[in-house]
């Protein structure tokens, strides 16, 4: 079920591998005890956002799950703190690259394609900018027999 983490990673630096800066990619373990001054940025952070039954079969043996994947983008920009243009200027570039490297994307043989959802609202502190992309990626289980 969670196979598309490092899947969705691995197609990341390599689609924003041409960027200048490129954006390091990293992973919710990441996040775990840094501060604000010790974020890492520009970056880009895949994190699992949890999942919904859409559909189940009557008798429960076969269930349809909706995961949902966020892909953060963050940038720091000191630049204009009160406007937010310069954190929100060099997001641009970003937002775009991983949108175009996931939206349609199928990171398997057993995972369906990425589609976008809407997501969270950005958000800013102390010159950084957090620019949230949603991604629902549906599959099926089976119960064991």
């Not at 963050?74 to 200027?89: F, H």
């Not at 976008?116 to 620019?131: D, E, L």
Request: net charge positive; no cysteine; proline share 8%.
């Amino acid at each position: 079920m969670m196979q598309a983490e490092q899947l969705i990673v691995a197609r990341l630096e390599q689609m924003l591998a041409k960027l200048t800066p490129t954006p390091s990619v990293l992973t919710a373990p990441d996040l775990a005890g840094v501060t604000e001054a010790q974020q890492n940025a520009p970056a880009v952070y895949v994190i699992y956002g949890g999942l919904n039954i859409s559909q189940d079969e009557a008798d429960g043996t076969i269930v349809e799950i909706q995961l949902t994947w966020h892909t953060v983008v963050v940038t720091r920009n000191v630049r204009s703190l009160k406007s937010g243009d310069g954190v929100r200027a060099d997001a641009g570039p970003i937002l775009n690259a991983v949108f175009t490297a996931l939206t349609g994307w199928k990171p398997g043989a057993d995972i369906r394609r990425l589609k976008p959802v809407n997501p969270p609202r950005p958000g800013y502190i102390k010159g950084y900018g957090y620019f949230p992309l949603s991604w629902s990626q549906r599959m099926q289980m089976r119960a064991a027999t």
